[in-house]
């Protein structure tokens, strides 16, 4: 877990970064990209960034190491809510920034450069708070590059693997997830619904949900009366 006590440690130790952020400039502007076209197309500052790191890791050939560097940083941003607000403060010093992107890049593993510049680039534009965004968006470039259709499965409580095997078969087959196209299935809890399930795939949402059928039932009574 990351510290305010910690990262000032090592910015006492970290070496310059200067001529590191001065080589990584062009991640802050849109890719021009060299005919290189993103699977999908983002949107918000947090996905022109994506965007960028996505277009250069192809272009240096390091799309799946910067993949998992990214998905480890996005993991760790999840689970650590102090280091999201660091991220976010306005008052980082310069020294903050460098021990930051260091530890960062440990965090990440063994990713690479791009990942590296990349991390160096946001922290010089001050926009290190778009981490987590960024991370979320280039899950859906992957996602898209690698033919994945995301199935979001809402249940009142956990569901067992073996309840979610049988949906991800029986949607696998369907016209909705496409020939060439991978299904991966997400399960999400949320109490409110009380029973039943919401599955949302692609831009198609099937509500089954026990909650959803009370609220039917309600105004079919409040129109009857």
């Known amino acids: 877990m990351f510290s305010r006590q ?9 070496a310059p970064q200067r001529a590191l952020l001065g080589q990584t400039r062009s991640f802050a502007a849109p890719a021009s990209a060299d005919k290189v076209k993103p699977p ?13 790191l996505y277009t250069a890791a192809v272009k240096t050939q390091t799309l799946e190491p910067t993949a998992k560097g990214i998905e480890k940083l996005g993991a760790l941003l999840q689970k650590d809510s102090k280091l999201v607000t660091i991220l976010e403060a306005p008052t980082l010093t310069a020294a903050d920034k460098s021990a930051i992107v260091a530890e960062l890049q440990k965090s990440a593993g063994a990713a690479g450069e791009t990942v590296k510049n990349f991390l ?3 922290a010089e534009n001050n926009r290190l708070g778009l981490l987590p965004g960024v991370c979320s968006k280039f899950g859906e470039l992957m996602s898209a590059a690698r033919g994945e259709v995301e199935m979001v499965v809402t249940s009142a409580q956990p569901l067992d693997n073996k309840t979610l095997a049988r949906l991800e078969a029986a949607v696998s087959k ?4 496409g020939a060439g196209k991978t299904l991966k299935v997400k399960n999400t809890v949320n109490p409110d619904i009380i029973g039943g399930l919401i599955v949302e795939v692609g831009d198609r949402t099937v509500d089954l949900s026990v909650s959803s059928k009370i609220a039917k039932m309600n105004k079919l009574l409040t129109d009857a009366l």
């Open 40 to 52: 999908v197309t983002l949107f918000g500052l947090d996905g022109t960034y994506a965007t960028a």
């Open 6 to 14: 910690a990262v000032l440690r090592a910015a006492r130790s970290a």
């Open 174 to 177: 369907s016209d909705v997830v």
């Open 120 to 122: 160096a680039t946001l």
